[in-house]
């Protein structure tokens, strides 16, 4: 499950690297905080993942993105989670189980963040809505501390600062972005056979390329309006490109099925479960109506 929220205001992520150096735990450490943090071409820490490859930085990150990882409390162990944090105060994370426990990891990292000594939030400004060039000039002076008297004075005669309607950060914009998941049947599967049935009699847009992709890759149309057939009847001028909410007309989520040989079945693009369990409602219906042409015994 892949989780955005917003800090509501924005970030300085080279403060934010810096401000958190003394607070890493070591990955052999039996309890949660922070395992690794990737700033532009600097690592420090290591996740779990490490270990298993060579590979300690992102290879081509996003200039305004930082990537922390954390763990967090789940069940009876620990679970990574994996956290984009943008300078615009974006936050995307990735490969989190529920919307609750996102939320908890966020609200984690938040209270850790309020006890910096110089904090990496910049307030809004309300009228450019951008960030307040105070709260700027407040971090560089608590960070270097050298600036004189005479030089504020002077600096507060030529702009007074304009009030900020964003004082403090909080969890926001909390949104479900993409759900995936996966199961798998006890046998195989006649791909060339599903093919031509999700085309032919289910009118189910389906692509089978063994030399680029492994899986019949076929394209579900989620709508409220339509439970159940997976096509879009939205009776538009042409059939909507499926990036909708999956509630209305015009607005249909396209959900991914990749189907493989072995009877693993990937489903993804949904963006709640109800459009999951619908998509893996109708493959196992198929399943059951056509298992003497779709299915092999092992």
């Known amino acids: 499950m892949t989780v955005t929220a917003d800090w509501g205001m924005p970030i ?17 450490y039996p309890d949660s ?53 943008f300078d615009s105060g974006g936050i995307q994370m990735t490969g989190v189980k529920s919307k609750e426990f996102a939320v908890e990891a966020v609200a984690w990292l938040l209270e ?8 990496p939030f910049r307030p809004v400004d309300p009228i450019t809505n951008s960030a307040s060039a105070s709260a700027v000039a407040k971090a560089t002076a608590t960070a270097t501390a050298t600036a004189t008297a005479t030089t504020e004075s002077k600096a507060k005669a030529k702009a007074k600062p304009k009030p900020s309607t964003n004082t403090s950060p909080s969890i926001t914009k909390v949104d479900i972005s993409l759900i995936n998941t996966d199961y798998s049947l006890d046998c195989d599967i006649q791909q060339d056979n599903l093919h031509r049935l999700l085309i032919e009699r289910y009118n189910l847009f389906s692509m089978l390329e063994k030399t680029i ?21 939205c009776g538009l001028p042409t059939f909507c490109k499926g990036q909708g909410t999956g509630d209305g007309k015009g607005e249909c989520k396209r959900i991914t099925m990749s189907i493989f040989r072995t009877g693993k079945i990937i489903i993804t693009g949904a963006r709640t479960m109800d459009q999951i369990e619908e998509a893996y409602r109708f493959l196992n219906r198929v399943f059951d109506a056509h298992k003497d042409t779709v299915l092999i015994k092992r």
């Open 112 to 119: 850790l963040i309020k006890t910096l000594p110089v904090s």
């Open 33 to 85: 905080g922070i395992l690794k943090f990737e700033q532009k071409k600097q690592v420090l820490g290591a996740c779990h993942k490490d270990l298993f490859t060579n590979r300690k930085i992102t290879k081509k990150p996003f200039y305004n993105q930082n990537t922390i990882i954390l763990r967090r409390p789940f069940e009876s162990g620990f679970k990574e989670v994996n956290m984009k944090l």
């Open 213 to 233: 992709y492994q899986g019949v890759n076929a394209k579900y149309f989620y709508n409220t309006n339509n439970h159940g057939t997976g096509v879009c009847a």
């Open 12 to 28: 300085q992520l080279d403060v934010l690297f810096e401000q958190l150096k003394p607070h890493f735990i070591p990955i052999g």
